[in-house]
């Protein structure tokens, strides 16, 4: 019996006192381990390990006993007891049956790696769904039939019929991408654990009278040393969406991820009383919590703001238009007869355009679609005997104010234009602003001398009309004034303030720097190498590679960089979760289908799938 048995005791140790045997601890070390032996298979027992223990393990009904039974009297009760039909069976017949064993758990981990291939090919496309921001059930009655057909097509039928095994039901595509969003929001809140960041937040009610509040964050990646933005959170107002009620949302996110609001230094929102308050507003709240973050009004809703007030002449001709655009496009009649009549006059367009507030681009394009299709429209008003109004686009004067405000909002949409898009910075767009400020001087100068070509609609209209028409230039010389003076009002701060920033090689420093921070950047300034660099590297990356040499001067350029310049990312997630709303998604699926469409990390499926497998076999 002793080959049976492996002793712990050592050649060379002494034995176990009897008060080492009977003491607690050292009693189980003192046991002896038994371990298996050819010879079981005789009883139908072959051995299974499980971690550093031998079991012995039953060949005809796969049943584990513990590590104690490996002894051949307990081997042969069970065999007799539970198999009696099989006890007198030889040795052969039990090595035949733990050849079957092992053949079919070949079979099985070929089975099990087949379904992992299968989903990973399940996570891969529900990422692809979520960012194309479709339906969940367009993987099965889509993707995957038209899948199969390819293969069958350009492979064969086995192959096709291995694609049919990949799950991607509705609820299952729902689940990877939500896994897909904890993954990729995992990521984000470890990187903003340990670096700076700036955020962003917008509210809004959806189409189903959801609220909905939006937060964006743009942090330094210390792995690339670059900027990155991405989707921080989107979550339900469930109740009024006043400043306590955001911030205690915000603030809620922050303890459960274990963010730190020190490492805020920037925040950004639209100029709302609930956002911009400065007693009680969401920006005070955030200053309270975050002493370091600087309040940013959005650059963007500014420059609506500036550019929406209209002297009560101009303000007559906006309206007259929108006026003529509803008689149209709310009667589905008198939208198919002005479309047939725009095709048989041969315009460039068949339809007019719907005028919204809300929306940033919608009075300039409204305004150039009405000046282009200004005759077909009078025609058509004609033929509907509205004489009045046709009269108005028969006017001199009248048609004279609407070229130009088409060319003017052509113009303030193009400036828009550019205020938009990702990793746009505060110096980058107080330069733009200032130089249309700039612009705005031109032109009132050039109208004082009577020249008007800085505006092709109302040269055009201009040059074909009789000198009495010419009063109606007073008008928009006021309009320039009041539209430069309004820029200057909500614009209120140079963009020379951040020359240094922009070009640190030939700015000045500014007044407020102390004498330890003007050395660092005369440092700087007198590097050739990083003159080079310079004009080589994007501005951001610049300046956190400094940081790194030159901590007090570039720490401050990276606080004014990091914070957000407008609220554009938080209105492209509500286009967005506008696009993704359905009746047949929770508002749950909705934020983790956007955290995927807008998220600029990848996600980590290799480890998803192993953390599903790990979870399945448990």
């Known amino acids: 019996m002793d080959k049976f048995v492996t002793r712990t005791t050592k050649v060379g140790e002494s034995a176990p006192t009897e008060k080492q045997k009977t003491d607690g601890p050292n009693q189980s070390k003192c046991q002896p381990k038994r371990r298996y032996d050819e010879a079981y298979l005789a009883f139908g027992f072959t051995v299974a390990e499980v971690g550093d223990e031998e079991r012995p393990m039953c060949v005809l009904c796969l049943r584990q006993l513990a590590a104690d039974s490996m002894r051949p009297n307990k081997l042969r009760r069970h065999l007799e007891t539970s198999h009696p039909a099989h006890a ?61 057909d390819m293969v069958s097509v350009m492979l064969d039928e086995i192959s096709a ?160 238009v929108v006026d003529v655009i509803n008689f149209i496009k709310t009667r589905p009649l008198k939208a198919r007869l002005f479309s047939a009549l725009c095709e048989e006059m041969g315009a460039d367009h068949t339809a007019v355009l719907f005028h919204s507030e809300a929306r940033w681009l919608s009075r300039g394009k409204v305004l150039s679609r009405v000046f282009e299709l200004r005759t077909e429209i009078r025609v058509f008003l004609e033929e509907e005997r509205m004489y009045e109004a046709a009269g108005k686009f028969g006017d001199q004067p009248f048609l004279m104010k609407l070229a130009y405000l088409s060319d003017v909002f052509a113009k303030l949409n193009e400036l828009n234009l550019q205020l938009q898009g990702r990793d746009k ?90 004498s330890a921070t003007e050395e660092q950047l005369i440092e700087l300034t007198s590097d050739s190498t990083l003159r080079l660099r310079f004009t080589s590297e994007p501005l951001s990356h610049f300046w956190l590679e400094v940081e790194r040499e030159y901590p007090l001067v570039g720490q401050r350029a990276v606080d004014i960089l990091l914070p957000f310049a407008t609220s554009y990312l938080c209105e492209i997630g509500f286009s967005a979760v506008t696009s993704l709303k359905t009746k047949y998604r929770s508002q749950l699926n909705v934020a983790h289908d956007l955290r995927v469409a807008v998220s600029s990390m990848q996600p980590r499926f290799e480890k998803m799938c192993s953390a599903k497998q790990a979870h399945c076999s448990h």
């Open 425 to 514: 910075h505060l110096p980058h767009l107080a330069d733009k602003i200032t130089a249309f400020i700039r612009k705005l001087e031109v032109w009132g100068r050039r109208l004082d001398q009577g020249n008007t070509d800085v505006f092709e609609n109302l040269t055009e209209v201009a040059e074909t009309v009789d000198s009495g028409a010419t009063t109606v230039i007073p008008c928009i010389q006021q309009h320039i004034s009041a539209l430069r003076g309004l820029f200057q009002k909500y614009f209120p701060n140079s963009a020379a303030q951040y020359d240094w920033i922009v070009d640190p090689f030939n700015a000045a420093a500014p007044a407020e720097f102390s």
């Open 88 to 148: 007198d069976k030889p040795i052969n017949f039990f090595q035949r049956k733990l050849a079957e064993y092992r053949q079919q758990e070949k079979r099985m981990v070929k089975a099990a790696s087949v379904n992992s291939k299968a989903q990973m090919a399940s996570y891969r496309v529900a990422y692809r769904v979520a960012q194309c921001k479709k339906p969940h059930t367009i993987a099965e009655q889509l993707i995957l039939p038209a899948a199969v």
């Open 161 to 320: 019929a291995k694609l049919k095994t990949i799950p991607l039901s509705n609820d299952t595509i729902a689940r990877r991408i939500c896994d897909i969003s904890n993954d990729l929001e995992a990521q984000l809140i470890d990187k903003l654990k340990e670096n700076r960041f700036a955020i962003q937040v917008d509210e809004a009610t959806d189409s189903s009278k959801n609220c909905l509040f939006i937060s964006y964050v743009r942090f330094v990646n210390s792995e690339s040393l670059t900027m990155s933005e991405d989707l921080l959170f989107c979550k339900s107002v469930q109740t009024r969406a006043t400043a306590e009620e955001l911030f205690k949302i915000m603030d809620s996110y922050f303890t459960e991820h274990e963010l730190k609001w020190e490492n805020c230094v920037g925040f950004c929102s639209d100029g709302a009383q609930t956002m911009a308050g400065k007693r009680k507003g969401l920006q005070a709240l955030v200053k309270r919590a975050a002493p370091d973050a600087q309040w940013t009004h959005c650059i963007i809703h500014r420059e609506a703001l500036a550019s929406r007030q209209l002297s009560p002449e101009l303000n007559e001709v906006l309206t007259a």
